[in-house]
């Protein structure tokens, strides 16, 4: 069954460092991948997606994340990071490819340290 | 370009009571989705509509229902409610192959 594990479950870093949030995924084929933010009360945006071709796709707000398919992986990174960073970070992956309801991740809380 | 619209933002019911929460795509999205986002559980797939008909749902019993309206706007139902159900609940809604969901901000549901 699909599957995906972000193994942190809350990570905090100081304004200005960079950030890396892991993201681990189980599906059978190709996966469509997703990052997503939820600001506290708020619904989830989009950051940035990966559906097939180049495995360094750049998303909003300077965000970036590579697809490992060797490791099953689809990390979020950040090479500075801002105090309006300070969220829930998810990744998803579509449970049908292209159609379908997505299966999120636990979410990593991001703590923003000034 | 309106988003994903949800109505009502809060909403507070007792056990037992039914409650029915809208959800309103953007335009030109055919498919709309639902999730439950309770404290613990993460976010989890509820219901799939498309055209007007149900696609799929998620692991919930049945008096968890819904529809999708001519229009593309889609109602979820929750009946005989449980404690349990409260949570935040997610609408989505999308067009075209690559499944791209576009969230609304949320119904926070309280059962008391």
């Known amino acids: 069954a699909q599957s995906v594990t972000q193994p942190d479950i809350h990570i905090t870093v100081s304004e200005g460092a960079s950030l890396e949030l892991r993201c681990n995924y189980s599906?059978?084929?190709?996966?469509?991948l997703f990052w997503y933010v939820q600001s506290p009360g708020q619904g989830l945006q989009l950051l940035l997606k990966?559906?097939?071709?180049?495995?360094l796709v750049q998303g909003i707000k300077g965000f970036e994340a590579e697809f490992k398919r060797s490791q099953s992986s689809f990390n979020l990174r950040k090479p500075s990071v801002h105090w309006s960073d300070a969220a829930v970070y998810f990744c998803?992956?579509?449970?049908?490819?292209?159609?379908?309801?997505?299966?999120f991740g636990k979410g990593t809380k991001l703590s923003v340290k000034p | 370009e309106a988003g994903v619209t949800q109505s009502p933002t809060h909403l507070i019911k007792t056990r037992g009571q039914q409650a029915t929460l809208r959800c309103s795509p953007i335009?030109?999205?055919?498919?709309v989705y639902w999730y439950q986002q309770a404290l613990g559980l993460g976010l989890q797939f509820l219901l799939w509509?498309?055209?007007?008909?149900?696609?799929n749902r998620g692991n919930f019993p049945p008096r968890f229902s819904g529809r999708q309206f001519p229009n593309y706007s889609s109602e979820l139902n929750v009946n005989a409610l449980e404690l349990e159900d409260s949570a935040l609940y997610l609408c989505?809604?999308?067009?075209?192959?690559?499944?791209?969901?576009?969230f609304g901000a949320g119904t926070r549901l309280s059962v008391l």
């Open positions: 989505a809604s999308t067009r075209g192959a690559k499944n791209i969901q576009y």
């Open positions: 599906y059978g084929a190709t996966p469509y």
């Open positions: 990966y559906f097939s071709g180049d495995t």
């Open positions: 998803a992956v579509g449970a049908g490819g292209s159609q379908g309801n997505l299966i």
């Open positions: 335009s030109g999205h055919t498919s």
């Open positions: 509509y498309d055209e007007g008909e149900e696609r």
